[in-house]
Every structure is written in C-alpha cells, then in structure tokens.
C-alpha cells in the first residue's frame, strides 16, 4: 500500500485533458496491477480539490474498489455524493473504448453526417469481446458533480438508476431511472421516470430502442405549470417515431404531439404529424406539408404551420449552425390571441399579435429584428393600449434601429427610438424616450407584493445610453395625480411632484405626499 498527497495536478499541463482541470487531494493505494484491466484493490482519496475549468468542487472522501473472481468484477465506486456499482464479465479497456465508440457513432449520425460515421466505422466497429454488465447508481447528490460540467443543471437528492450493458452478439442496453426533481434553467420536472431498453446498439441500420419519459409536474419559473409530461419514442433502423403528451389542469389546457425522425444519408428529416392541442378551450393543428432538414451546416424549416381558424403562427427560413451566418427563420404571427400565452405567465394578458419576427445566429449571438404590433393590449384587464415594435438591422453600420410606441384611447403616451449597437462594448445604446401621460398603473403587476392600487401619470424626455446589460437614463419628468398603497402599511397615499434620472441617481426634486387623513409631506433628495 502507498499513501501520500498530491499537491495539484493540472491535467492539461501533462496532456491528460484538453480542458483547464485541476486536482488535489490526500490519497491511500491497495492496490495490484500495472495496467487497468489487472487492476484489483482499492484507491482512496481525501480531502479532494476539482476544478475543471474554473468550476470548483470540494470531496470529503472518494473510494474506488474492484475485485475480480474466475472472470466476474465486483466494482464499487461512492463519494458523499454517489454511489455506483459494476458487476459482471468485463474488461476495464472494453467497456471505455465502447462508451467513447458508441458516443462517436452517434454524433456523427445526429449531425447528419452518415458518410463520416460510415468511415468512422470502418476503424471503430464494435468490439467481439463479450461482456455482461450490471449497474447500478444512487444519486445521494450528484448536482455539485453535474455543475462542474453545467451550471443550468440541479438533480435532486436520492436519485436512482440502474440497469444493463451487453455484448452477446449484438450489443443491448437498459436504463431505469427515478428522480424526484430535475431542473434545468428555470424549469423544473417533478416525479420523473425514464426507462429506455436498447437493442442491437452498435448497428444502425437495425437498432430498435423503446423509449419513455414520464414527469408528473413542471413548474415554469415559478409562474405556471403543466402536469403529466409523458415522452414515448420507437427507434427502429434510421426512423424514430416520437410522441409527446401534456395538459394543465388549471387552464384545460393539452397537447398531443406526433412525430417522425428519419435519417439519410446528407440529411435528417423532421416530420410533424397531425396532432391535438387545445388551448384555452380551441383546437390548434399543425400543418400537414411541414418538414424540419437537419444538414451539416444549416436546419432548415418549411411549411412549419400552427393555426386555428384565423390565428396562426408560421415558421419559415434557416437556422445555421456556423457563427456569423445571415440565414435567417422568420416567424409570421397571423391575428394571435395573447390570452393564448397566459398559462406559461403570472398576469392576465389580452390582445391581438401581428408581424413578423425575424431570428439570426442562434446558435452563437442571436439577433432578433422585425415589427410586431399588439392591438388592444392589456393586463390583468387593464388597457395599455395599442402597441408596435419595430427593430430594423442595418448591416452596413451593424447596428438595430429601434421604433417602440404605445397609443392608448388615441394618443401616444409612450415612445422609445433610437439604435443600438449589439457589436460594441460600451456604448451599445443611443435611445429617447418620451413619456406623455403614461399611465403608471401598468407597472402594477410587476411591484403588486410591495405596493398594490397604482395610479397616476408621468411625463418626461429621458436619453437611455450605456450598454443593455447596465442602461444610463438622464432626464426629467413629471408625476401626476399619484397614487399607491403600501402594503406593509396598509396606507394609501397621493402624491405629485418632479423628478430627475442623471447618472447613477435618482433626484425627487420635490415630490408631495398626502394620506387619507390629509397630512401632508414634501419629499426631496436624491
């Protein structure tokens, strides 16, 4: 046996890792065999530092065992934060080389490169070594592991899964998984099942894989939610039948949506079948001459039509999958109910969408340009008024020229114009903004847990520079027959006066305040 400390490592200063990863940890060897597939002992280390590219992980302890009787592995591999075991026939080398293998097959097949995976295979076929494989892993709690990796990911606690790894002739795989809760960005699946059973794995002309996904809730931001979320897909050979199911009580909302995936050989083939979905009580469809061509360069969309009697919604064009491309997808909004969108949201919207918007680069740096109008918008049946939006790329000077308007009961209350300059560092904005009588209580729902029965108008000529991430707003205004409750105090208060936006401040040239009582107050400040 050997115990010992490694200071740190960086595997990429000794070409173990073509990505920034260090290690650092105390460790203790009991081990035999020079080479992986004689190995039969155990490694243990403490007190473990893992960085890999500058995300971090501390592990109190972290224990890898195999043992090997007459051909048969018992492997154990935990920390605080998983535990797997390995059991069968199998060689260290073989099982690695297959992972890698297997996960090269298949990229190359969904990048629509067939005649890449065909000579890939040509020097990685499958392997003639049989093997047979148990596994099983807990996920006591594998979210600090997975964030090494991606951030956007969170597993919950006591996770398990388990299943099989053979190669008797043809390779097999299964997988059954029970997570309570997965979150990936701001959406989480509560109460999920996976169960996949792979057959003829290594042969993609004849692979045949059951797939089902099941999550019993998603929860969307906190804002809305969705139940019963089932996934069946049927993978025969080079076409996948797919099939998607998901409701929301609360709306009667649901969605059947059908599927096929078929693979050429310089193209991937995606096929929308006629589908139910209800929404708010109306049947949408989806048109039936749709295709979605996956290439090796680009995805291009067709005919990719969702409507109901006169709303609709049209996808058309491009998307590339190289930086800096012009292709573009365009996105025709025909007449659509915004009420349509109100189960994915906390407020109660209503309207009508026209336009079109535009989509660039969104693989990379998307841009977003076109001209969207909202008829008759409002919120929780407040009117806003008539809303038009207008961005405008203009190539040669790389910059969006921006239009933003609302009219309300024949006057434009407010106007926001000028460019913006994405490319740039610092100076990404040069807007105006007028305010004529905007009506402060379309603020409310946003502000609705501090302060709840707005009222009032502004008016007031503001310059908006600085980047999008960090805007500077300079310019006067004025507040006009306020008025806002304040929850915590349960009181009521009018208020009039000026203010002023200058850099990094807000000025109350002198706003007044009164009660229902009366009393008065004269704030002033910055």
Known sequence: SMDGTLTEANLNQINLSDKQVLIAADFHVNSEGLKLDSLVGDISLSDAFISYENQDLSIDTLFFESLKNEGQRDVTFRSEHFNMQLDGGF????????????????RYMFSSNMQGLKEY???????EEPFDIKYKLDLYDISPVINLFDTAIYVAKDGKLDGTFTNNGQQDFTLKANLDTVKYANINFLDNVIDIDANNLRDTSNVLTLGYVRSDKQVYANTSQTENLTVEAVWDGKHIDFRQIIGQESSGNYAEIGADLDFFPDRTELHFDASNIIALGEAWQIAEENVVIFGKEKIDIKGLNIYNDNQSIDFDGEISILDDSAKTLQIVFKEVEVESFNPLTAQEYTGQINGTLNAQNLYFNPLFFGNLNISDFRINDFLVGDVRGA????????????????????KRIINLRGDFFPSQRDNQLDLRLTLNDANLKIAQPYIEDYFTELDGTADGR?????????????GKGFMENGALKINYLNTLYQYNGDFEFSKNLISLKGINFSDAKKQTALIKGA
Do not use: C, H, M
């Open 462 to 474: 503001f310059l908006v520079t600085g980047k999008l991430s960090s805007p500077v707003i300079v």
């Open 391 to 410: 961005l405008k790329w203009e190539d040669k000077a790389r910059k969006f020229g921006l239009n933003f308007l609302v009219d309300r009961l024949g």
């Open 91 to 106: 060689e260290f080398s073989t099982l690695l080389d297959e992972l890698i293998q297997i996960n090269e097959q298949y």
């Open 121 to 127: 295979l040509k020097d990685n076929g499958p392997t």
